[in-house]
């Protein structure tokens, strides 16, 4: 089986503030961008770090996601970074609102959180300090009640 999470797609309807937030703030290459007529609706494609692609789509007025309290599904999406305070301070400079850092008490590696413009969470977590033990991976995979992402950190 492959390692690592070839895609992510995310749809939302704030396209332009989406577009101008995960290029601009966050830095993500873009690699194409079409509008589909037949759906009203931009597709983008962005490349995060050097293999890992985004796409985000839009649509008119696609139904809302509840994601508090806790909802089944996506939690949320969380990207790896080398140096956990430099990306809060960089994020911060641009008016993006960052929870305090803490520390994963299974894992030991300092994460955070912050919103993008359509309300999805999006996770920071230092890689450099991350320390995943093998039955701490398997209790959380056997878990039903958390369905927490991850197997999706792409470095940025």
């Excluded at 996601?65 to 939690?75: D, K, M, V, Y």
């Excluded at 008016?95 to 305090?100: D, E, H, L, M």
């Excluded at 919103?115 to 999006?122: F, K, S, T």
Aim: charged share 25%; glycine share 4%; proline share 6%.
């Amino acid at each position: 089986m492959r390692r690592g999470a070839p895609l992510t797609t995310y749809l939302g309807w704030l396209y332009e503030k989406s577009k101008q937030f995960y290029v601009e703030t966050l830095g993500f290459e873009v690699i194409a961008e079409t509008f589909r007529d037949e759906r009203n609706s931009y597709k983008l494609d962005l490349k995060v770090g050097k293999h890992d692609p985004i796409e985000l789509f839009s649509f008119p007025s696609p139904p809302d996601r509840p994601s508090h309290p806790e909802a089944c599904g996506l939690r949320h999406l969380a990207f790896a970074v080398e140096d956990i305070e430099k990306a809060v301070t960089e994020l911060q400079l641009k008016g993006v609102a960052v929870k305090a850092v803490r520390i994963d008490h299974l894992t030991e590696k300092q994460f955070t959180f912050f919103q993008e413009p359509d309300g999805l969470p999006l996770e920071i977590s230092d890689v450099r300090k991350a320390v995943f033990p093998r039955s701490a991976t398997l209790r959380s995979c056997r878990s039903q009640s958390s369905l927490f992402l991850y197997h999706v950190l792409v470095v940025i």
